[in-house]
């Protein structure tokens, strides 16, 4: 049993990135995935003691030791997301939220339900089926007496990737203001006011204190020109005659400039055509797993009217989204990578607990004996 001030059960852990998020203050008591690469990864990180690899729906809330502070989901997010096909909660990956669901349900009958709840997706969760899913999460939690709101927040607030989430956060125990925040996006508004009226007045607006930005650009945590592998030039050719005229122009611009500059380039589909996009604003794209046909992002690297490109490590994608070098990544690029491109951001997860979860929890033991 953790002793850590706060604690909690991790859901759809993946590697293990919300546990780095929410730090040393915050004990886990249980964590699952069914994924064994992801399993695997959990594991050569944090130990077995606590770790179960089985499908959601084959876990019972017997399984869940104690009482959490947290139980935190990141459910599978390719029925919600843009790029998906947009099943929402009736596709056969996102309707995982449910054996999530089903469990907090079996705790609440056994006096044992979370204190608080965050789920994490994608974007599209706001909007999925004209806002249907997203009502029906809303109203999940408070079948369960959750108030509950949204929080839409970008890993570029700070890591050098631009990664858009949604975080719903419930909770039991709340007598604080309904007001909505005054950080509250456009996006999360918007669905905020097509809720029913009766999930609308269990709403609570988080987020009182927008992040305070990132400083540090993608060139800092790439890896030294000399000990990359760099593409042949023919290959960083055919990269620009597959960007449409807006991204070459930057290009070419960058190559005018004089200066280094440093950059990401990325595969899309636009209209049915494989397009090359490329971005030197500092960020890099959203993180993908290799899965699906999504490409692994690129470096592209323009200095002295040359133009370099190669692959975006492992490392390198793992800096991105905030893990320490000291993380134990498989050894397999593509392995690494599907680890890397389907989590959330680290930094993500330590701001919002420090921004709501700690607040809202409460003062912990080991502060109260200190003051």
Not at 78 to 107: K, M, N, T, V, Y
Not at 168 to 183: H, K, L, M, N
Not at 222 to 250: C, F, S, V, Y
Request: hydrophobic share 45%.
């Amino acid at each position: 049993m953790s002793r850590a001030p706060f604690t909690f059960y991790e859901f759809f852990a993946g590697g293990g990135m919300t546990r780095l998020g929410l730090g040393p203050g915050w004990g886990c008591l249980f964590a699952n995935d069914f994924d064994p690469l992801k399993a695997a990864t959990y594991r050569a990180n944090f130990g077995d003691g606590h770790f179960r690899e089985a499908d959601v729906f084959d876990l019972t809330a017997g399984d869940l030791p104690g009482i959490a502070d947290l139980a935190w989901a990141s459910s599978p997010c390719q029925d919600f997301s843009l790029a998906g096909a947009r099943a929402g909660l009736a596709g056969g990956r996102s309707s995982a939220f449910f054996g999530f669901w089903r469990l907090i349900e079996g705790l609440s009958a056994q006096g044992r339900a979370p204190r608080t709840v965050a789920i994490e997706n994608v974007t599209g969760l706001l909007t999925s089926h004209g806002g249907v899913d997203f009502a029906a999460v809303c109203g999940a939690l408070a079948g369960q007496g959750y108030r509950f709101g949204a929080i839409e927040v970008d890993a570029a607030s700070f890591l050098p990737q631009s990664r858009r989430r949604v975080v719903i956060v419930g909770a039991r125990e709340w007598a604080g203001s309904s007001d909505p925040s005054p950080c509250e996006s456009h996006s999360v508004r918007r669905a905020r006011e097509g809720l029913p009226a009766h999930l609308r007045r269990g709403w609570i607006g988080w987020g009182r204190t927008p992040p305070q930005g990132r400083n540090t650009n993608l060139s800092a945590l790439l890896e030294p020109d000399e000990a990359a592998i760099w593409q042949g030039a023919a290959r960083t050719e055919r990269m620009i005659e597959m960007m449409n005229p807006r991204h070459r122009a930057k290009v070419r611009a960058a190559m005018a400039g004089g200066e280094r500059r440093v950059g990401a380039m990325f595969l899309r589909v636009r209209g049915g055509v494989q397009r090359a996009e490329v971005r030197f604003d500092g960020l890099a794209g959203c993180l993908r797993t290799p899965r699906g046909g999504s490409s692994r992002q690129a470096v592209i690297v323009v200095e002295a009217g040359r133009v370099r490109s190669r692959l975006m490590s492992p490392r390198e994608t793992a800096r991105l989204m905030g893990l320490p070098d000291s993380y134990a990544l498989p050894s397999a690029a593509n392995a690494a990578l599907h680890v890397t491109g389907d989590g959330v951001a680290a930094p993500v997860v330590r701001w919002l607990a420090r921004e709501v979860l700690e607040p809202l929890l409460g003062p912990t033991p080991a502060v109260l004996a200190a003051e």
